[in-house]
């Protein structure tokens, strides 16, 4: 990979590698742009098979935070950071404190959230080092964490997919299917199940799926199988990249709408779920809850007003439908169109 070609072309400001010996930290920090604010994005922790992945996905992931952001409205660039290893057995408190002073070395141009494999208590141990962080559990008081928020914002988007696709916005009696039972997608399963749906899940991590099997009266699927289970919606809340060809030819779905970034494998991915008749919400427009929650944060606007903001990503999403349907157009490209129009007006 040439790198500087890559960061070029994605339109990267800066990217920044991360190391500290004594504690083991691999990790990199990707500013995609700072023209609407500071780059605000999460940390994730990965096991990556190779530094090529990890580049590859910090890239993908913090662009797609400047159109997040962008399309939510927020003063706020996108970033995003990856620690590379295995969150369950390689994170210890010197490498995040190592991490942090990383952050913190940045001056606010990047503000640290969590995401896959980092959770609020990382948060907090990182707000000791820095303030250039979202979502520790002091700034949270009553709000609950931004996966919460996240789960919500997922749940109101499904009710714009549900009208469009059926005409009526009940989840009751659905089938719902959820790949992914993590800090997301356990309380979209709540939601879901107190609106009546009936779900099915997977997850890597037996115990996550035993949970939810319990609390949810869900179903269990081994994660090889969730995506050919006949079922209404299918809800990827785990990792990127799962919607290619291949997986999109196995679903039996009428929607594809969940949290995880950066969903579609490609643009092709996009044109082949709309040649099959399946509805897809795009992903930053849909997962934005959290980031909308965490800018509440800061602006230190009310948990009801943030609560209010989030709700809106269901008038964004009947847009989307609206305006792709008329032009003929790939629901994710018309995203993209719409979130380049609040960046170029800035
Ligand atoms: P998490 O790590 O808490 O949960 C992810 C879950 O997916 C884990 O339990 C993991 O075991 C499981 N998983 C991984 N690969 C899987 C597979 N192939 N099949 C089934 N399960 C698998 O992460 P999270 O915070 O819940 O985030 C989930 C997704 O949503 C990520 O893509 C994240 O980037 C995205 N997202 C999260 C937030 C947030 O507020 N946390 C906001 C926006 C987007």
Not at 80 to 103: C, N, Q, Y
Not at 123 to 134: C, E, G, R
Not at 182 to 187: E, H, L, S
């Amino acid at each position: 990979m040439d790198l500087f070609e890559e960061i070029k072309s994605g339109g990267h400001e800066q990217v920044l590698f991360c190391s500290d010996a004594p504690s083991g930290l691999s990790a990199i920090i990707a500013i995609h742009s700072t023209r609407r604010g500071p780059a605000l994005g999460g940390c994730r922790m990965w096991p990556y098979p190779s530094l090529d992945a990890a580049v590859n996905d910090v890239l993908k992931l913090s662009r797609a935070m400047t159109y997040k952001a962008a399309m939510a409205g927020l003063p706020l660039g996108g970033g995003k950071s990856v620690i590379i290893g295995d969150s369950r057995k390689d994170k210890t408190e010197p490498l995040m404190t190592a991490f942090a002073k990383h952050v913190g070395s940045l001056g606010g141009r990047y503000i640290v959230a969590e995401d896959v494999g980092v959770n609020t208590a990382d948060m907090d141990l990182i707000h000791k080092v820095t303030p250039h962080v979202a979502g520790f559990k002091e700034a949270s008081d009553d709000r609950g964490g931004p996966s919460s928020a996240t789960a919500l914002g997922v749940f109101h988007g499904m009710r714009a997919c549900l009208e469009e696709a059926f005409g009526q916005a009940s989840f009751k009696g659905l089938r719902v299917a959820i790949q992914g039972v993590g800090k997301v997608g356990y309380p979209l399963a709540r939601l879901l199940h107190q609106e009546g749906a009936r779900l099915v899940i997977s997850d890597m991590n037996p115990e996550l799926v035993a949970i939810g099997c319990r609390d949810f009266n869900a179903d269990l699927l081994h994660p090889h199988e969730i995506y050919r289970v006949d079922c209404d919606i299918f809800a990827p809340c785990a990792l990127g990249g799962i919607l290619n060809e291949r997986a999109i030819s196995a679903l039996s779905c009428k929607i594809v709408a969940g949290s995880a970034n950066n969903q579609l494998e490609n643009k092709q991915a996009a044109l082949i779920l709309q040649e099959r008749g399946i509805l897809y919400a795009p992903d930053y427009v849909i997962n934005a809850g959290g980031l909308i929650h965490v800018a509440g944060g800061i602006q230190k606007d009310s948990k009801e007003f943030t609560d209010q903001k989030i709700k809106k990503i269901y008038d964004r999403l009947k847009e989307i439908f609206t305006r792709a349907k008329a032009e003929g157009r790939l629901t994710s490209d018309v995203a993209d169109r719409l979130a380049e129009e609040q960046l170029g007006k800035c």
